[in-house]
C-alpha cells in the first residue's frame, strides 16, 4: 500500500497479557517512530529506528515495552505484562531519510487502539 | 518539555479564519504541525525550521518566531474538511530530540 499500515486496528487484552502490534512503513522509509496516544493528547514519542537500528528508546516507559525492527522494515512494538494504564492509541509514523527528527515529515498510520480489561 | 497550543478548541462557520497558536519555553529547531481527524492518522501539514520562516499551502499558511519561541497557524476562509485536531511537535535546539507535540486545537468548521 501507499501508506503506514499498522494491524490489528483495534486490541484487547486482560491485564497481565503480553500483546504485539505491527507496523509496516511505507517502502524505502529509512526511519520509523513509534507514539502512544492517550484520549485527548497529542502523540508521545516511545522509541525511533533507522532502519534496523534502535537509535532512541528514551520515551519507552517501563521494560514491559520492547521494540523491534529486525530486518529494517516491519516493526513490531510488544508490550509484557500488560496494566490498565497502557490503554491508549500507538501510532507508528516512517520517514524517507534521517535529517535529524525535525527536518522530515513523518507519515502517521492509523494506529492500534489497546484497551486493557 | 511540551508545548503549550492556544485556543484549546475554536468553532468557525465556513469562510472564517482562524488563527493557533503553538508556544515552547525552549528554544526550536523545528515546528512540525499535523491534522488529525476523529480515529485516523495525523496527516502532515508542514514544517517550519529554525530561521523565522514562513510557509503556506493553498489557504493554510504557518509562521515560526525563533525568538519568541513560538508558531502559529493560519486558516483562511474556512472549508468543512478542515475540522479536526491540530497539533503542533517541536524539536529542540539541542538538536535529534525527538518531537514532543502539544495537546491539540480542536477546529470545528460548521456550515
Known sequence: GAGVS??????VAKRGQDVALRCDPISGHVSLFWYQQALGQGPEFLTYFQ????LDKSGLPSDRFFAE???GSVSTLKIQRTQQEDSAVYLCASSLVFWGYGN???HFGDGTRLSIL | QQPVQSPQAVILREGE???INCS???ALYSVHWYRQKHGEAPVFL??????GEQKGHDKISASFNEKKQQSSLYLTASQLSYSGTYFCGTESDSGNTPLVFG???RLSVIA
Open chain 1, 6 to 11: 499498522q494491524s490489528p486496528r483495534y486490541k
Open chain 1, 51 to 54: 532502519n534496523e537500528a534502535q
Open chain 1, 69 to 71: 525492527r529486525p530486518e
Open chain 1, 104 to 106: 522530515q515529515p513523518q
Open chain 2, 17 to 19: 479564519d482562524a488563527v
Open chain 2, 24 to 26: 515552547s519555553s525552549k
Open chain 2, 46 to 51: 508542514m514544517i517550519l525550521l529554525k530561521g
Open chain 2, 103 to 105: 495537546k491539540g486545537t
